[in-house]
Structures are given as structure tokens and as C-alpha cells.
């Protein structure tokens, strides 16, 4: 919890930069892999190829077919109280 909403616009303003993120890691829902992106354009799939992570350290670029098959394991210096979600899609 944080005790402040600036502390709270800290954090956010972070989450987009390299310094708050330790591990680009997620999980697949379907064939239970965990990938992780070490690097800023080292894109990972599983090994069903129903989700990739991108972006490594830098940022987090999930996508997959169905983001509910996506299950987070980042790893944050500062965890975030809100991650932003991935934004819904109707496509497919
Ligand atoms: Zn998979």
C-alpha cells in the first residue's frame, strides 16, 4: 500500500522504465511454460505459441491469443498496486 498519491504517481512514472522491473517473466495458462525476456528485443513464446513476452527489462510487451491464458510472474523492485492490464481486444 502506498501512503501517498504521490508516492503512488512515483511508482507509476516507473513502471514504464528499466529500473523497476527485475524479471520480464510470465506464464502459459495451456502448456504451463515460463518465459522470460532478459532483453529489450528478445521476444519469447511459449512452447505452444499461445502467448509471448517482449521487451525484457525495459518494458513489458505481453500478447498471446487469448490474454487470459497469460499468467504474470514479473518481478518488480517496486511492486506496483495497479499493473496496468493488457488492453481488450475483441479480435480473433
Ligand atoms: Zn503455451
Redesign the pocket.
Given at each position: 500500500m502506498f501512503n501517498s498519491k504521490s508516492e503512488m504517481r512515483r511508482v507509476n512514472a516507473m513502471m514504464g522504465h528499466s529500473s523497476n522491473i527485475i524479471r520480464n517473466m510470465c506464464k502459459?495458462?495451456?502448456?504451463?511454460?515460463i518465459i522470460e525476456s532478459k532483453h529489450r528485443h528478445d521476444w519469447v513464446?511459449?512452447?505452444?505459441?499461445?502467448?509471448f513476452t517482449d521487451g525484457g527489462t525495459e518494458y513489458l510487451h505481453r500478447g498471446g491469443v487469448d490474454f487470459k491464458?497469460i499468467i504474470d510472474m514479473t518481478e518488480w523492485r517496486v511492486p506496483p498496486s495497479n499493473v496496468p492490464k493488457p488492453p481488450e481486444r475483441s479480435e480473433g
Open positions: 502459459c495458462a495451456k502448456c504451463g511454460d513464446e511459449c512452447k505452444c505459441g499461445a502467448i491464458d
